[in-house]
């Protein structure tokens, strides 16, 4: 089992930035992959960014391409995903999640093992 908290969610103008965290416990967090997602009132959950287990690779949402960038820190079992240029359109709930190993990084939300209980991002024009 793995426990996912995220923190850093808020309210912020549009063009401004935040970082998101995501504290992994219970298992060997390089053991997986994780990825970020979002979900705005009445729409269904998105890909945001992904991130292999030793950060190598990333992949990113072309909505969100070159103003976000997912990286992760093994030592701290922690994810981060840095959001600029902030969009009022980026609003919605933010979710990190953690995929078991296997042969490529999940980009889907039904890949996704464990889920964290998600941060509010509010971003007002």
């Known amino acids: 089992q793995v426990q996912l908290v995220e923190s850093g969610g808020g309210l912020v103008q549009a063009g401004g930035s935040l970082r998101l965290s995501c504290a992994a416990s219970g298992r060997t967090f390089s053991n997986y992959n994780m990825g970020w997602f979002r979900q705005a009132p009445g729409k269904e959950r998105e890909f945001v960014a992904a991130?292999?287990?030793?950060?190598?690779?990333?992949y990113y949402a072309d909505s969100v391409k070159g103003r976000f960038t997912i990286s992760r820190d093994n030592a701290k079992n922690t994810v981060y995903l840095q959001m600029n240029s902030l969009k009022p359109e980026d609003t919605a709930v933010y979710y990190c999640?953690?995929?078991?190993?296997?042969?490529?990084?999940?980009?889907?939300?039904?890949?996704?093992?464990?889920w964290g209980q998600g941060t509010q991002v509010t971003v007002s024009s």
């Open positions: 999640a953690a995929a078991r190993l296997r042969v490529g990084v999940p980009l889907r939300s039904r890949e996704y093992n464990y």
């Open positions: 991130i292999s287990w030793d950060g190598g690779r990333t």
